[in-house]
């Protein structure tokens, strides 16, 4: 089974220079944990997460009014090609810590998202299993919240 089988068709994006407040608002109408961030030409730069802004700016005492998107997302958001197999997404989800994954078209573009119950869905429960303990843990270096 491939990623495309599973993902989150067509996600809702937002550039760095989108607000706070209006990326916070799209997770809540798309009822999403995680927006990928694009440039003007629709490839990743990144992800915002409903977790990155509770700990970069409520839980610091930011102003969300006064950020942008920029201010609070992980750059260099995870990524995934759509015919990248399950298996393979479950192994690079486990080696990044992380609960979604973007994923992009044959030109390097957003199509979708797959998240971590995505996965438990389609995947055996022992594979679900091993992604959640690994991504709580956190045995890796990797640094993106999600």
């Not at 067509?10 to 694009?38: F, H, I, N, Y």
């Not at 610091?60 to 201010?71: E, F, I, K, M």
């Not at 759509?82 to 044959?106: F, H, S």
């Not at 998240?115 to 438990?120: P, Q």
Request: charged share 25%; with cysteine; aromatic share 2%.
């Amino acid at each position: 089974m491939k990623v495309e089988d599973i993902m989150t068709r067509d996600p809702v994006t937002c550039m760095p220079d989108t607000s706070m407040r209006q990326a916070a608002q799209w997770m809540v109408e798309g009822d999403c944990g995680a927006l990928p961030v694009v440039d003007s030409d629709g490839l990743p730069v990144g992800v915002i997460t409903d977790r990155d802004i509770t700990c970069r700016v409520v839980a610091q005492g930011r102003d969300p009014a006064a950020l942008t998107v920029n201010d609070a997302m992980t750059p260099n958001a995870a990524t995934v090609f759509g015919d990248t197999t399950v298996a393979q997404c479950l192994e690079l989800m486990e080696a990044a810590q992380v609960r979604r994954m973007v994923v992009l078209d044959d030109d390097g573009a957003v199509c979708g998202m797959v998240a971590l119950a995505d996965i438990a869905r389609s995947a055996r429960p022992e594979e679900t299993a091993t992604l959640l303990r690994e991504v709580s843990l956190g045995t890796s270096s990797a640094s993106q919240t999600g």
